[in-house]
């Protein structure tokens, strides 16, 4: 899968790229990571990237001449790219749209600073926008990079084999079980004795168990999307037993 970012800051996606799976990714082939800088891309002698908004006010908009030269320039490279902006007042992300752009060949990022772009160009270039979440940033850098990196997870072979289990749309719906290693006392607390006891099943059960009740209590909204499965029912009603038990004399 190619990407391609548009930026006046690439060297932060230096980092990103470098380190741990993304580095493996990039070194075995299985994503290209192009980071452009639009300021290439701007005329005159100090190659602005930026001016001041028509009507005034404080704050600096992104020229928009500059952008659309960038941006061809990246459709021309990827064809196939869906252009994609990062803002807040985009729609959420969310795993259900990392999956989805997965399935991308390529993909060209829009990274915008200071207050935002001329609105020309979003209703003339940008096909998607999107928003990580409701806080404001300096920039697009960061939203583009933890984009990229929940669609990359989703490459076949990018992660190891373990966790392509992981990638079932269910997956995103329910919280993770409790991880422990050595060593098996630590704070005075200890490891739960099921996960010591080599009993697969009961493991996987204890597993499955503790994924749903940190559901319940931490993000119980999660489970309004899909409702309960039936063994998950069961786990349910044997601690509502367990409770009445205790709250009865
Ligand atoms: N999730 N920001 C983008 C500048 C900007 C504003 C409007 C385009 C249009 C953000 C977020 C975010 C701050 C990135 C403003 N660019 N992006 N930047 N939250 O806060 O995606």
Not at 13 to 27: C, K, L, N, S
């Amino acid at each position: 899968m190619r990407f391609c970012v548009l930026t006046i800051f690439p060297e932060m996606f230096d980092a990103f790229a470098g380190h741990g799976i993304m580095r493996r990714a990039v070194e075995s082939g299985k994503i290209r990571l192009e980071p452009v800088n639009i300021r290439d891309f701007a005329e005159g002698r100090h190659r602005v990237t930026d001016d001041r908004p028509y009507g005034g006010g404080s704050g600096m908009v992104m020229k928009p001449e500059p952008l659309a030269a960038a941006i061809q320039s990246a459709k021309s490279e990827l064809p196939e790219a869906p252009v994609v902006l990062l803002t807040p007042q985009g729609r959420r992300f969310d795993q259900e749209t990392a999956r989805q752009y997965a399935a991308c060949r390529e993909m060209i990022f829009v990274c915008g600073r200071y207050e935002g772009l001329d609105e020309r160009i979003c209703e003339a270039y940008v096909d998607d926008e999107i928003s990580i979440g409701d806080y404001v940033l300096t920039g697009g850098e960061l939203p583009a990079m933890v984009v990229m990196d929940a669609v990359i997870r989703h490459i076949p072979g990018v992660l190891g084999a373990e966790d392509a289990a992981e990638c079932d749309s269910f997956s995103a719906s329910r919280l993770e079980h409790a991880h422990y290693t050595r060593p098996g006392a630590f704070c005075q607390k200890e490891v739960p004795g099921v996960l010591l006891s080599g009993n697969h099943r009961a493991i996987e059960e204890w597993r499955r168990e503790s994924a749903l009740l940190r559901t319940i209590l931490r993000r119980p909204d999660l489970l309004e999307q899909t409702g309960l499965t039936e063994p998950e029912k069961k786990i349910v009603q044997k601690w509502c037993r367990r409770l009445e038990a205790l709250a009865s004399d």
